[in-house]
């Protein structure tokens, strides 16, 4: 079966400075794979450079998505085709309702596929129904995107739009960060709902706690820019007890 | 490459040349000699068939002009500009008088088909829903005064305005129809005397608008003229006067496009509004005339004098303009609050692209006791723009309690483009309150991926966070309007990201 992410032997500078030095990782349709590793291990230049963000120079290796060169498209294609992250810190877009936000995004991306645009009534029912599940009151939906949400509620509309979109690929980025105890248990609600066989996701976190409520398949240590451990979610555990100094050697 | 740093390189390769209402109608016009001087003045005024009165005036606004300096104080940059090198009136040749729109020029009507603008009717637009408390779009009707260069050619639901008593025609038709109230009204908000270009129009001011509203009525529908700039070399010089009686209520809108030209073409128009008690003027502007080209070159100059004069007790002006257009913008709708309770508002989308230079602001002039004025200016600036707001809020002696609100926000696109904020604040008394906030910003790079990450492309990206921006001031304008400039702000965006 082809992998749904085949990340092979990736080296990306920023500015001069290489950051990965030759990564590699395969994620099957299904999974819940976890990163883990210090600050500064390139975990985020990871998922900045699947999504496309721009700042980034590949120089060597490959990413490929049900096999097609993800690095040839255009970071909206690659949203089109599925792939999804969910921002560390989300950004706030004043004047421009969430609901307004949804809507085009989710139409844009529909375009992008030949799909034909979601009728209104639909999108407000499908709109509804996740919101509700996730805890997020209409009236935030209402505001301009993000602006003045709590920490708790920037990621949960992180969730929301993951949910809506239907993405065959999640990428969560520290999602843990700034959130309580309570914000983490909703959005991590949220996030396993979305747990189906025909999608995968990639939880990139310092600490093991966030691993409590989203349990994976698949743990990676990274280190220096490279994936340094791989194994079960025992991994994680062990890490939380040993710390991450034993693999800054290994690297 | 980094999404700025791409929006950069695509706003460098706009080409404007392919400005969408850049055409031209072959017909024949009938021109004054070029240059000005008394016999230009004459020759206007005789074209249309003025009293003595009217030319009287010309004049004497002529005579003043010529003993006056072109001013510079503004943030705006072009070559001088040869005065006598200008034809001061063109008119469509009428081959005969008319009276309905089937008898005017196919080719005439064929230009404002391309510019979409509804000349016949009534204009629905589908989707929108209703603001609170107003009625169902489909039933509200717009009147339609086509300005056509300098002559006016159609005008729709006469009959119906007719029967409210509300008076909408050319001013060329007001001068000789109801002289009256031309003589009562006309110069005194903007005086002859007021500035360079202001007096330059009074000389020889072609046509415009007329709108009186009588007392106590509400304008059954909303008013709107179309300018448009077609003959080469031709100085535009429009001259609108709005009067609401007491307790009346009118809005009108006006929307400018102009097709493609080498040489600059100078617009010096002048509104007067004129507001007596109790009464309530809207005045919506969609300014879209030819930019220039994607080297500078072209472009119209568009020095405008607008004015609105709160003169009744508890009136209200309300200034709202989309600007996307023009080389130059020389424009600051202000408000003269000298009715105690008055109040002026002024709502700008200002965006600037390529070589475009806006100077524009307003001016929020309290005489009248506890007078009241909101100032909300949007300025977007990119290419090799440069955008200025430049605004004056005073309060005389005798206007106690004034209060002010401004807030002036600035965005750049890019990094050759400059916004940049000139406020005066008086205040001679002091029980006057104004705050004044100001921010610029540059559209986030970060703001553009999270939204490209979702599916937008680059283009559609900056059209949502430029329409974010500008939203409190796209609400003000009236439905219709801000649809049509909802859409114009896109298009002005997708030349400005390739």
């Given amino acids: 079966m082809m992998a749904l992410l085949e990340v092979k032997d990736l080296k990306v500078r920023v500015e001069e400075r290489e950051i990965l030095h030759g990564l590699t990782l395969t994620v099957n349709e299904g999974e819940v794979h976890a990163i883990m590793g210090p600050n500064g291990s390139g975990k985020s230049t990871l998922s900045h450079v699947i999504a496309g963000k721009p700042g980034y120079e590949v120089t060597d290796g490959q990413i490929l998505f049900r096999g097609e060169d993800l690095l040839e498209m255009e970071p909206d294609e690659r949203a089109a085709k599925g792939v999804f992250l969910a921002f560390q810190y989300p950004v706030e877009i004043p004047g421009v309702t969430t609901m307004n936000f949804l809507r085009t995004a989710l139409n844009a991306q529909r375009k992008a596929r030949g799909e ?33 949400f709590s920490g708790g509620e920037k990621k949960r509309n992180e969730v929301l739009q993951m949910a ?60 220096r820019g490279r994936v340094v451990k791989s194994g079960g979610k025992e991994l994680a555990l062990e890490l939380e007890a040993s710390g991450y100094a034993q693999f800054e050697d290994a690297a | 490459m980094p999404a700025v740093q791409e929006t950069v390189e695509r706003v460098k390769r706009i080409d404007v040349d392919q400005y969408r209402y850049g055409f031209e109608t072959l017909i024949e016009s009938d021109k004054a000699p070029k240059g000005l001087s008394e016999e230009t003045v004459k ?47 063109a008119a469509p040749k009428p081959k005969k008088t008319v009276s309905s729109l089937d008898e005017i020029d196919p080719e005439i009507l064929k230009t404002y088909e391309k510019l979409g603008i509804p000349l016949r009717e009534v204009a629905m637009l589908e989707g929108v829903e209703p603001k609170p408390g107003e009625e169902d779009p489909a039933r509200r009707k717009i009147a339609v005064d086509a300005v056509f260069d300098s002559v006016s050619v159609a005008t729709t639901f006469k009959a119906e305005l007719k029967k409210a008593g509300v008076i909408f025609m050319p001013i060329s038709e007001a001068i000789r129809e109801h002289p009256e109230l031309v003589q009562k009204y006309l110069g005194s908000v903007v005086p002859t005397s007021d500035n360079f270009y202001a007096t330059l129009n009074s000389a020889v001011f072609s046509d415009g608008s007329f ?13 709107s003229t179309y300018f ?3 003959e080469r070399n031709t100085g535009q010089f429009e001259r609108t006067l ?31 509004l004129v507001a007596l008690d109790d009464a309530e003027i809207k005045y919506s502007t969609v300014q879209n005339w030819y930019p220039g080209n994607s080297e500078g070159k072209g472009g119209i100059y ?20 989309v600007e996307t257009g023009s080389a130059i913008t020389w424009k600051y709708p202000s408000c003269i609050l000298r009715g105690d309770n008055s109040r002026g508002e002024f709502y700008s989308i200002a965006i600037s692209n390529g070589f475009q230079q806006v ?70 008394n002091s029980s006057a309150t104004f705050e004044h906030e100001a921010t610029t910003s540059k559209i986030s790079e970060d703001v553009l991926f999270y939204c490209i990450q979702r599916g937008l492309s680059q283009e559609e990206a900056v059209g949502l966070v430029v329409n974010g921006f500008v939203k409190d001031v796209l609400q003000q304008l009236p439905m219709e309007f801000a649809v049509e400039a909802q859409k114009l702000i896109s298009i002005s965006l997708e030349g400005s990201v390739g």
């Avoid at chain 1, 093991?208 to 398949?217: A, H, K």
């Avoid at chain 2, 929307?255 to 128009?269: F, K, V």
């Avoid at chain 2, 405008?304 to 303009?321: F, L, M, P």
Wanted: proline content about 5%; some cysteine; overall charge positive.
């Fill in chain 2, 359 to 428: 100077d524009s602001g307003t001016k929020m002039i309290h005489l009248g006791k506890n007078t009241s004025s909101r100032i909300i200016s949007k300025g977007i600036a990119a290419g090799k723009s440069q955008n200025t707001y430049r605004g004056l809020v005073t309060a005389h002696r005798k206007a106690t309690g004034a209060r002010n609100f401004t807030a002036c926000d600035s965005l750049l696109i890019g990094d050759k483009c400059g916004a940049h904020t000139v406020p005066y604040i008086e205040a001679k």
């Fill in chain 2, 242 to 272: 709005i009067i609401a009686d007491k307790g009346s209520y009118v809005s009108y809108l006006e929307g400018c496009t102009a097709p493609q030209r080498d040489e600059n073409q100078l617009h010096a128009a002048v509104v007067e």
């Fill in chain 1, 164 to 223: 809506l979109f239907e993405p065959s690929l999640c990428i969560l980025d520290e999602m843990d960060s700034g959130l309580d105890i309570d914000a983490l248990r909703i959005a991590a609600d949220g996030v396993n709902a979305l747990r189906s066989p025909g999608r995968a996701m990639v939880v990139i976190t310092h600490y093991q706690r966030l691993l409590n409520y989203i349990v994976p398949d698949v743990v990676h240590v990274m280190s």
């Fill in chain 1, 116 to 148: 034909s645009e979601l009728m209104v009534p639909d999108f407000l029912k499908k709109v509804r129904e996740v919101s509700k599940s996730l805890n997020i009151p209409q009236d935030m939906l209402k505001r301009g995107v993000n602006v003045g």
């Fill in chain 2, 228 to 230: 448009r700039i077609n």
């Fill in chain 2, 302 to 321: 568009n020095f405008v004098t607008k004015r609105g004069d709160c003169r009744g007790a508890n009136s209200k002006i309300s200034w709202t303009q």
């Fill in chain 2, 211 to 223: 709108v009186y509203v009588p007392p106590g009525v509400r304008c059954p529908m909303e008013l």
């Fill in chain 2, 43 to 89: 020759f206007i005024s005789e074209k249309k068939n003025e009293p003595a009165w009217m030319l009287q005036w010309r004049l004497e606004a002529y005579r003043r002009w010529l003993t006056m300096q072109e001013p510079t104080w503004a943030r705006v940059d072009y070559p001088k500009i040869d005065f006598q090198d200008l034809y001061y009136y």
